[in-house]
């Protein structure tokens, strides 16, 4: 697939994230508060932060997305109070 061509698919994808946070498939476990929206091969991660604030920690390859994911999520919410 041309590079263009995902670019457009990754804008919709976003619009359709920004649209409706819930799109996409919830994950499981350690994950539990991320969803998953396919993009072709990709996946873009995001979760609702606040009423109306859609955090997007990660867009990347389903191969390594997960685990990326887990290791930003898990960052983050040590450094938090």
């Known amino acids: 697939?041309?590079?263009p061509k995902i670019k457009r698919k990754l804008r919709a994808a976003l619009g359709l994230v920004q649209f409706d946070p819930e799109v996409g498939r919830a994950l499981k476990e350690?994950?539990?508060a991320v969803?998953?929206?396919r993009v072709g091969r990709l996946r873009i991660i995001n979760?609702?932060?606040r009423a109306s604030v859609?955090?997007?920690?990660?867009?990347?390859?389903?191969?390594?997305?997960?685990e990326e994911t887990?290791?930003?999520v898990t960052r983050q919410t040590r450094r938090r109070p």
């Open 1 to 3: 697939m041309s590079r």
């Open 30 to 32: 350690e994950l539990q």
């Open 35 to 37: 969803r998953s929206c």
């Open 47 to 49: 979760r609702l932060a």
């Open 54 to 66: 859609i955090d997007i920690p990660a867009i990347g390859p389903r191969q390594t997305i997960y």
């Open 70 to 72: 887990f290791r930003l």
